[in-house]
């Protein structure tokens, strides 16, 4: 069984003092800035100099902004784009690491497939959050929390998991509860996640079953709100209680049709399809070719967005979508 952590687990004390520099001020990087300085630490956000908004944006919410030339303290926490993180890295950040210092990550992509090697004298920690940063930060004001991952993979003080969970504990993740885990297994999950199920596997199977209605002479607009719109109520349903609950929630047809039909759709072969995807996770094929497509220009990535703003499903969505104005 995995160990989770809670408040009584945590303490700030390790961040007493401290400064900690946020790089970023996106969706994650403001979330935490402002939850780390309202929970009473020293926080300051480095940002490039050509990015203005994010400059106002954090002066604004009273969150000290200095450039990525300026970067400094105590615990300098990563929160920038994967693909970009290891030239700031090279260029702002690695002669900046003081000793027994601590560098944090949110996702382990980078650490994991050595795209950032920090040096042997600094921690080296992940919390990584299971939201979005606007969530993250909606919880905090509310007295609550989002659940977060934390991990380890590199204890040069001697005290890095103890850093960590004061992280945790100052952006609310404490509140609710803290899972320790590894970097390694933090990053192979979260990208057969999003492969196989969370984005990719779920994008195909919405589009794929509107082709089959839609080639069989159904009304694209009946197609698109039984194979899409209606997913939410579902998904809903199963985040709420688990997949019992969404089978205890549907009707008796639904019950049977789905417990029947659906094995038929994923099969033996789409499971070891999976197995195989895990395994380009895991050897590191995945990661080579998404870093090579990144220096590339992203030429495959870019043609596969534009294909898929352009599928049918998107421009009878966007039609249908205005029935439903509270969904804004």
Same mark, same amino acid.
């Given at each position: 069984?995995?160990?989770?952590? &809670? ?6 004390? /390790? ?6 520099? $946020? ?17 009473? @630490? ?18 604004? #919410? ?16 990563? @929160? ?6 290891? !030239? ?29 090697? /920090?040096?042997?004298?600094? #921690? ?19 007295? %609550? ?34 899972? !320790? ?15 196989? #199920? ?10 794929? &079953?509107?082709?089959? @209605? ?21 998904? #809903? @349903? ?8 969404? =089978? ?16 038929? $759709? ?23 070719? =998404? ?11 870019? %043609? ?7 599928? /049918? ?12 104005? =509270?969904? %804004?």
């Amino acid at each position: 069984m995995a160990r989770i952590y &809670s408040d009584r687990d945590a303490s700030l004390e /390790p961040l007493k003092g401290k400064k900690i520099c $946020i790089v970023g001020y996106g969706s994650q990087g403001h979330a935490h800035a402002l939850n780390l300085h309202d929970s009473g @630490l020293d926080v300051v956000t480095a940002l490039p100099e050509w990015d203005k908004e994010s400059w106002k944006r954090a002066e604004k #919410d009273g969150i000290k902004a200095v450039s990525l030339e300026n970067i400094e303290g105590d615990l300098i926490a990563m @929160l920038i784009p994967d693909m970009v993180q290891p !030239e700031v890295y090279r260029k702002f950040v690695h002669e900046k690491l003081k000793e027994k210092s601590a560098i944090l990550f949110a996702h382990g992509f980078n650490i994991h497939y050595n795209q950032i090697v /920090p040096p042997p004298n600094v #921690d080296v920690i992940m919390v990584a959050p299971k939201g979005p940063g606007p969530l993250v930060r909606r919880m905090f004001v509310e007295g %609550k929390g989002v659940p977060a991952l934390v991990a380890v993979q590199q204890n040069a003080s001697g005290k890095a998991l103890q850093i960590a969970l004061a992280y945790a504990k100052g952006i609310g993740a404490t509140r609710v509860g803290v899972i !320790e885990t590894t970097f390694k297994e933090e990053t192979e999950t979260d990208l057969f996640g999003e492969q196989v #199920d969370l984005c990719g596997g779920v994008a195909e199977m919405i589009k794929n &079953s509107f082709e089959v @209605l839609v080639e069989a002479g159904y009304q694209p607009e009946v197609a698109y709100f039984e194979v899409l719109h209606e997913l939410k109520l579902i998904v #809903d @349903l199963i985040y709420e209680g688990g997949i019992f609950n969404m =089978w205890k929630a549907v009707s008796e047809t639904a019950k049977y049709g789905g417990m029947t039909r659906g094995k038929r $759709i994923f099969t033996s072969a789409v499971k070891e399809e999976m197995r195989k995807i895990l395994r380009e996770i895991q050897s590191g094929e995945f990661a080579r070719e =998404w870093i090579l497509e990144n220096m590339a220009g992203r030429p495959v990535y870019n %043609k596969l967005l534009e294909m898929e703003a352009s599928h /049918p499903i998107e421009l009878v969505g966007k039609e249908m979508r205005k029935l439903i104005p =509270w969904l %804004k």
